[in-house]
């Protein structure tokens, strides 16, 4: 077991792309379900997710996860991780925050526990996060985020671009020192964050070190309706119906 590690998945109904999204449903369970269900065979102490929505709230509760609720006026996931850190017990108690998303059913627990190990390992990093190799043809989809990784194992740029030097696919899993990850909120924003809409890359731009951790084949995430059907037939040829 990873000692205080404790993952966390902020879930909003409000997305732009696909407004609901966490309630929609893949076979028989909805998305939030399925990302919960699968987190949670991660080497984890606990999984929480964190809404701002009743009806994700009581969802949630129906099944048995636990989750927490936060403020509608948290401007990013991170914000809204750093909220419920602050008010579930767990969270008061991790040294490490693991944050999953939502929209990513098909999150594979050996990454994410690559993820906290790579945080372990360096001393000199505030956060991890995960990279798979990029396939070809997601190098001009502005959808797949582009990670550049240095001889140490560290971030040193993302981007939404078609850059070149063989970029690897950034996955959405995070990981941070619960230190850290209450100071996050505090910084101002950057120009790349604003720019490229990534979170992440404001640490990186406040001369913070991301540690990477290499993972192999990462399922879709659903970022707009028509994702539902990939992560279906993803499902379907790993033998999961649900």
């Known amino acids: 077991m990873k000692q205080g590690a404790i993952g966390f998945i902020p879930a909003r109904w409000g997305s732009s792309r696909f407004p609901g999204k966490p309630l929609a449903k893949i076979f028989d369970k909805t998305l939030i379900q399925s990302t919960y269900e699968a ?7 606990a999984v929480v997710v964190a809404t701002d929505d009743l009806r994700i709230f009581e969802h949630v509760r129906s099944f048995g996860g636990e989750v927490v609720m936060t403020s509608s006026n948290c401007a990013t996931g991170t914000d809204r991780l750093a909220e419920a850190v602050l008010s579930h017990p767990l969270g008061q108690q991790a040294s490490i925050i693991v944050n999953i998303q939502g929209d990513w059913p098909c999150v594979c ?25 990029l396939d070809p043809k997601d190098l001009n989809n502005p959808h797949t985020v582009k990670c550049w990784i240095d001889d140490k194992g560290r971030a040193t740029a993302f981007s939404r671009l078609p850059l ?22 505090t910084l101002p924003t950057t120009p790349g964050q604003e720019r490229e ?42 033998n999961i119906y649900s």
Not at 174 to 185: D, G, K
């Open 164 to 185: 070149a030097d063989g970029p690897y696919k950034h996955l959405g899993i995070y990981c941070y020192r619960r230190s850290f990850l209450l100071t996050y909120p």
């Open 39 to 45: 987190a949670k065979t991660a080497d984890l102490e």
């Open 109 to 133: 627990p050996k990454g994410v526990d690559a993820v906290v190990q790579a945080l372990q390992e360096d001393e000199g990093a505030v956060m991890s996060s995960g990279a798979t190799l």
């Open 197 to 238: 809409d990534l979170e992440q890359l404001k640490a990186l731009e406040h001369g913070y070190h991301i540690a990477m951790a290499i993972v192999g084949e990462a399922g879709p995430s659903v970022d707009r309706p028509e994702d539902i059907q990939k992560v279906e037939r993803y499902k379907c040829r790993q």
